[in-house]
């Protein structure tokens, strides 16, 4: 996977701070992710989402800390997830061009599992994507008509 248009570097405390928001643990591949990238856009972009409306979709982008556009900000999209998802523990990491969500599932304090967040269907349905943040950029492939 390539990744274009990185965001700013960031250092353990501003990690650190998205993992006290959550109140998990991120998993040490996307720990690693925001380290080298700080989110962007993926080439291949397109998954496959088992059950889910439209699929297969894109990942038009990976969110970051302190990403210039705010709707690419890992903080901003956190308090979308709080505010059309009440109940839903865990942290957006990506948004398809529908603006629906990708995002880790956060369990007994831990971040680990890819959810697909139908932000177009009131009840918020959620998809299993894939079993780990690896195991989901591993799924991005090119579009095939």
Known sequence: MMIDRRGPQVGPEEIA???????ARLPSAY???LTVYNGGTPTPDTVDVPGAPNTPTDVQV???IRRPVKSSDLSWNLSLV?????????????????GNL??????RGIASEVIYCDLDD????LYAVAASFDD??????????
Do not use: H, M, W, Y
């Not at 990708?102 to 369990?107: G, M, P, T």
């Not at 989901?136 to 008509?145: D, E, G, N, S, V």
């Open 17 to 23: 701070a998205v993992e006290a928001a959550l109140n």
């Open 31 to 33: 720990l690693n992710f």
């Open 62 to 64: 990976f969110f970051g």
């Open 82 to 98: 709080k505010e059309r998802c009440p109940g839903l523990n865990a942290l957006p990491i990506a948004c398809d061009s529908g």
């Open 102 to 107: 990708f995002c880790l599932k956060v369990e």
């Open 122 to 125: 009131p009840d918020c349905p």
């Open 136 to 145: 989901f950029t591993a799924k991005l492939r090119p579009f095939q008509r």
